[in-house]
């Protein structure tokens, strides 16, 4: 789902909650050394995200914060931003001379350069969430009959 969140909104607001769970606590964030990444330049969308990108030739910029449940990938568009919420049940990711970002049937690929490198640890912290919710919610081609 992608939303327009240029200006604060409770309906917003409470939707992404739903979706994929309120903000980590103060100390959450400080015990896990940050949740949000650095902004990184977009280098790839798939089809149906074109509108959500710059259409001359700017750079189209990126970002993604860390919740309980999935997480928020806000795409600014000139001075309008947008978020993309993506629970972890339906996220994928992929290291492809860069990261690509896949759900929904959309998918974000990212530019490999110095900002990709800077969010190395960003992404190790990602797929260790990705990882212990999958263990606590595993898919049902996963379990045992």
Request: aromatic residues 14%; without cysteine.
């Amino acid at each position: 789902m992608i939303l327009e969140t240029t200006y604060t909104d409770k309906k917003t607001d409470k939707i992404i909650n739903e979706l994929v769970g309120k903000r980590f606590s103060f100390f959450q964030i400080v015990k896990m050394k940050g949740i949000g990444s650095k902004r990184m330049i977009i280098d790839q969308v798939s089809p149906n995200l074109n509108t959500y990108i710059n259409s001359v030739s700017d750079l189209s910029y990126a970002n993604i914060e860390l919740r309980p449940g999935g997480i928020l990938l806000a795409i600014n568009k000139g001075l309008r931003n947008f978020t993309w919420v993506i629970p972890y049940y339906q996220f994928y990711m992929y290291k492809t001379n860069g990261i690509s970002i896949h759900a929904q049937g959309k998918f974000v690929h990212f530019k490999k350069n110095q900002t990709h490198k800077e969010n190395t640890s960003f992404f190790e912290k990602l797929h260790q969430l990705k990882v212990a919710y999958d263990l606590r919610f595993p898919h049902i081609d996963s379990i045992d009959i």
